[in-house]
Antibody
């Protein structure tokens, strides 16, 4: 079955850019039936949708983060990525990647999550 | 669109029937999903399109509702069901999750 795995630095300094990548296994990221999404969860808190990208480059962002987010897809590596600029301690969270089916936008497969701490 | 879940937490016993509600601040048709999350784990999709059971999810889970009011029901609570549950609206952007309901052992 499809597997997703996030990777990237677990510690980022304030004002720098957080960069994460999600590798998709046992499924093609070029399959037109899916969006590829990022979600985060602040420690002990609920879930926040960050945005998602379609392999054609169509992107939907959460407006609360839109000015700082860049999403991209690398079909040759079967990966998609998140860059979040100008981070502060408020961006400390567990970041998840997920696959999203088009029809009902259900988030059906998730990565295990990666904790990113923003601290000097 | 804001989603309000209630209760925020509940205590129940194995075998109990549990109902969690999710209210949307405006109508979202049936574009609603439910997820289960255990500590330190990723959320798991339970229900989509308000009432469609995701493949592999036990039939004791069910969802209902349309418009603004939705429910997730666990017909007979099992030990592995103690977790947090989140609703998510998928009708309009930004996609949003409810605040969560933590189901604890009584």
């Amino acid at each position: 079955q499809v597997q997703l795995q996030e990777w990237g630095p677990g510690l980022v300094k304030p004002s720098q850019t957080l960069s994460l990548t999600c590798t998709v296994s046992n499924g093609s990221i070029s399959n037109g039936a899916y969006y590829w999404s990022w979600i985060r969860q602040h420690p002990g808190k609920g879930l926040e949708w960050i945005g998602y990208i379609y392999d054609s480059g169509t992107i939907y962002y959460n407006p609360s983060l839109q000015s700082r987010i860049t999403l991209s897809v690398d079909t040759s590596k079967n990966q998609f990525s998140l860059r979040l600029s100008s981070v502060t301690a408020a961006d400390t969270a567990v970041y998840f990647c997920a696959r999203v089916r088009h029809l009902w936008l259900q988030f059906d497969y998730w990565g295990q999550g990666i904790l990113v701490t923003v601290s000097s | 669109i804001q989603l309000t879940q209630s209760p925020s937490s509940l205590s129940a016993s194995v075998g109990d029937r549990v109902t969690i509600t999710c209210r949307a601040s405006q109508a979202i048709s049936n574009y609603l999903a439910w997820y289960q999350q255990k500590p330190g784990k990723a959320p798991k999709l339970l229900i989509y399109a308000a009432s469609t059971l995701q493949s592999g999810v036990p039939s004791r889970f069910s969802g209902s509702g349309s418009g603004t009011d939705f429910t997730l029901t666990i017909s007979s609570l099992q030990p592995e069901d103690f977790a947090s549950y989140y609703c998510q609206q998928l009708n309009s952007y930004p996609l949003a999750f409810g605040g969560g309901t933590k189901v604890e052992i009584k």
